[in-house]
């Protein structure tokens, strides 16, 4: 999931088509970020600034 601000926007992407926007680096952070969130039964969900240019992503319970 991704909240984009300033346009107060969600969008849902699948994780491949999502992590391939993003630099190597990011893309190994995305990985394992993501590995512990479904063992742990978490979503990962994305904030997009684009004023400032920072994207910062967060584990959250599913329920």
Same mark, same amino acid.
């Given at each position: 999931m991704?909240?984009? #601000?300033? !346009?107060q926007?969600?969008? =849902?992407?699948p994780?491949?088509?999502f992590?391939g926007d993003?630099?190597?680096r990011s893309?190994?952070? #995305?990985? !394992?970020?993501y590995?512990? =969130?479904l063992a742990?039964g978490?979503?990962?969900v ?5 004023e400032?240019?920072? #994207?910062?992503s967060?584990?959250?319970d599913e329920e």
């Amino acid at each position: 999931m991704l909240l984009e #601000l300033p !346009s107060q926007k969600i969008y =849902a992407y699948p994780d491949e088509g999502f992590k391939g926007d993003l630099s190597p680096r990011s893309q190994a952070m #995305l990985e !394992s970020q993501y590995e512990r =969130a479904l063992a742990e039964g978490k979503i990962v969900v994305f904030v997009r600034d684009d004023e400032t240019r920072r #994207l910062v992503s967060m584990a959250f319970d599913e329920e």
